[in-house]
């Protein structure tokens, strides 16, 4: 194969593997029902006058598969990360003990769970268009090489390799997809 068209399609594969770890990122921030420390991921906390993320303010745990544990390493942060919370779009219920501040999850409810689920495929499908614009971008490229000299049979061959690579990608996406479905369906 033409070294050209190689290089387009490192370029492409390597886009694609970061389309994945973005969609998969994505997913990890829609809870499931389990309480995780990514769950507050996007929280910004006033820290002297500058918003900083709260992990960067506090220690976060999960004593148990329900409660979010989060311990400032401040004492004077508590009423700040208790606010950012409230402010938050989780719709969690902060509760400060002067030590930490504790949040509860509830469970989902049926209509909450299909809601999550409608996320999660909207997330899967933002994935699968950015990959097939990689497709498309790298196709665009590897057909360019036509005017350097590059045969038609080298620029088919590097446009199936390109297909090839979305195919695959585009079925890592829909297996992220059905296990996270599987993850927030489960009770």
Do not use: C
Not at 154 to 163: N, P, S, T, W
């Amino acid at each position: 194969m033409n070294e050209e068209i190689q290089l387009y399609l490192d370029e492409a594969q390597d886009m694609m593997e970061k389309t994945i770890s973005h969609v998969s990122h994505e997913f990890t921030k829609i809870r499931a029902g389990k309480a995780t420390p990514t769950m507050l991921e996007g929280i910004m906390v006033k820290y002297y006058g500058n918003p900083t993320p709260i992990n960067q303010v506090a220690t976060i745990n999960t004593p148990d598969a329900r409660t979010l544990m989060i311990k400032p390493w401040e004492r004077n942060m508590l009423s700040e990360i208790e606010r950012a919370i409230i402010n938050s779009d989780l719709g969690l219920n902060p509760q400060n003990d002067g030590e930490v501040v504790r949040l509860n999850i509830p469970p989902l409810t049926e209509e909450r769970r299909k809601n999550l689920v409608k996320q999660a495929k909207g997330e899967a499908e933002h994935g699968k268009v950015s990959i097939r614009n990689i497709r498309k971008d790298s196709n665009e490229s590897i057909k360019k090489l036509l005017k350097e000299n590059v045969s038609e049979d080298e620029v088919k061959a590097g446009e199936d390799k390109v297909q090839e690579l979305t195919d695959k990608y585009v079925a890592k996406i829909d297996e992220l997809l059905e296990k996270k479905e599987k993850e927030i369906m489960t009770i």
